[in-house]
C-alpha cells in the first residue's frame, strides 16, 4: 500500500489497456491511496480490528464513487478481503487467486512464499493457496523472514534499492528451491522493485503484475 507499488499497478494497469485495445486508449480507474505511515504502525501494533475498519471504508468509497470492481494494492491487506466484502456489493479480485491461477498454468505444485513476515507467517494468504487451490507452500526460516521482512519497511517502501539486500533476497530464495521450491511467489508489491526474473533461474511469480494485468482482463471481458 506504499505509494512505491501503487504507481506500479497505475502503470501496468495502463500498459495493459493499451496493448489490448490499442489507440489511444487507457484504463478508467479510481484510486483511493492511504497515509502508509499510519497502516505501517497499526499492523506491527498488531491492530487489526483498526486496519480492517480503514479497509472497509476505503473500498465503499471506492464503490461509491463509481468502481465496478475493487483490487487491494497489497499482499499484507488481503487479510482484510473477506471482511470488506461482506461491506460491498461489487467484486473484489482477490492477489492470491490471481497468483494460484498462473502457477497452475505453469504446472508447478510447491511453491516458495516471500511477503512480510503477516503473509508468511499468519494463514489468511497460504491457506488460500493450500485449501482452495492444492498447492504446497514453504516459507524461509525464521531468520530469513525477518531479513525479508526488514527490507520490505526500511527500504522499498521507501524506494530504496540496494544491491546488498537484493543479494539477500536471492539467497533466500536458493534456500528455497534446495528444500523443494519449483517456483517462489513475490508475495509482496514492493519486492519486484528489487528483484527480476533474470536475477534467478527458477520462476517467480510477480503479484504485482499478476494482479494487475488479471484485473485488466477481467474488467475487458
Not at 96 to 113: E, M, Q, S, V
Request: glycine share 6%.
Amino acid at each position: 500500500m506504499s505509494w512505491e507499488s501503487s504507481l506500479e499497478y497505475y502503470r501496468i494497469i495502463n500498459q495493459a489497456v493499451k496493448k489490448k485495445l490499442g489507440g489511444l486508449h487507457s484504463a478508467k480507474s479510481i484510486l483511493y491511496s492511504v497515509d502508509f505511515e499510519v497502516i505501517e504502525k497499526l499492523q506491527h501494533q498488531g491492530d487489526w480490528e483498526e486496519l480492517t475498519k480503514i479497509m472497509v471504508e476505503s473500498a465503499q468509497r471506492l464503490e461509491s464513487a463509481g468502481a465496478d470492481m475493487i483490487v487491494i494494492c497489497t499482499n499484507t491487506m488481503h487479510k482484510m478481503a473477506e471482511d470488506m466484502e461482506k461491506h460491498i456489493n461489487v467484486p473484489l479480485l482477490h492477489i492470491a487467486d490471481a497468483t494460484a491461477l498462473k502457477i497452475k498454468d505453469y504446472g508447478l505444485k510447491k511453491i516458495g512464499l516471500l511477503g512480510t513476515k503477516f503473509t508468511m507467517e499468519q494463514d489468511f494468504y497460504k491457506g488460500r493457496l493450500i485449501n482452495n487451490y492444492g498447492l504446497e507452500v514453504i516459507v524461509p526460516d525464521t531468520k530469513e523472514r525477518q531479513i525479508i521482512h526488514d527490507i520490505i519497511y526500511n527500504e522499498l517502501c521507501l524506494g530504496e534499492i540496494k544491491e546488498s539486500s537484493k543479494i539477500s533476497y536471492i539467497k533466500v530464495i536458493d534456500n528455497l528451491e534446495k528444500n523443494g521450491a519449483e517456483g517462489v511467489i513475490l508475495g509482496c508489491t514492493e519486492i519486484p522493485l528489487l528483484i527480476k526474473q533474470t536475477d534467478v533461474k527458477i520462476p517467480l511469480f510477480d503479484t504485482t503484475k499478476i494482479h494487475a494485468e488479471f484485473a485488466v482482463d477481467f474488467s475487458i471481458k
